[in-house]
């Protein structure tokens, strides 16, 4: 069974930074596509980052210049390190990665932008 965890959300100031992390167990990641999307109250769920394989990411528009994805095929791990962060960044942010069968979510982190 395919299982990620995220870690590292939180309240920050803005203009601040925060790294996420998520841990994945149950899968290799190789080439398959992986990522970050967030969710913000009342919205539906939008692209931060994708990366698929060892190619270039693709960010959503929000996060062009100001996040970088990274992934690590051996330890398994994503991470998102966002920087100059902003209130409209306030969101749940989830990992995931699309296996040959399935999209699959990790359970969220909370990531609140604030004065």
């Known amino acids: 069974q395919v299982q990620l965890v995220e870690s590292g959300g939180g309240l920050v100031q803005p203009g601040g930074s925060l790294k996420l992390s998520c841990a994945a167990s149950?899968?290799?990641?190789?080439?398959?596509?992986v990522g970050w999307y967030h969710q913000a109250p009342g919205k539906k769920r939008e692209l931060v980052a994708v990366?698929?394989?060892?190619?270039?990411?693709r960010y959503g528009d929000a996060a062009k210049g100001r996040f970088n994805i990274a992934r690590d095929n051996a330890e398994n791990t994503i991470t998102l390190e966002m920087n100059s962060l902003k209130p409209e960044d306030t969101a749940i942010y989830y990992c995931?990665?699309?296996?040959?069968?399935?999209?699959?979510w990790g359970q969220g982190t909370q990531v609140t932008v604030s004065s």
């Open positions: 995931y990665v699309r296996t040959k069968t399935d999209d699959v």
């Open positions: 149950g899968v290799t990641f190789g080439v398959l596509p």
């Open positions: 990366v698929v394989g060892g190619g270039m990411p």
